[in-house]
């Protein structure tokens, strides 16, 4: 049997390509985490300056996700998130039990 974790991840999304790019990349992620994990909460925190430019952009969209999954889907969304266009940063951790 498989252990079940606790994870947040929180992605910043570029931008530039327009709101429907980001919705796209929203909902890319979020049926790609509800097809493999249980999903407790989506917040979008939307538009929100930057601290410092990530690749000539002030601005960014951000999106935090909160799930419990297996070990291996973090590694997977690592993996998607870095293959995306149009997501500047991503970050993923396990929450403490």
Known sequence: MAVINSYEAVF???LKQGEEAV???VNKFKSLI???ATVENVEEWGKRKLSYPINKETDAYYVLF???AEAVLPAELDRVAKITDGVLRSMIIKKDA
Do not use: A, P
């Open 66 to 68: 909160d799930f419990k």
């Open 12 to 14: 910043v999304i570029s």
């Open 34 to 36: 509800e097809k493999n």
């Open 23 to 25: 919705t796209e990349i």
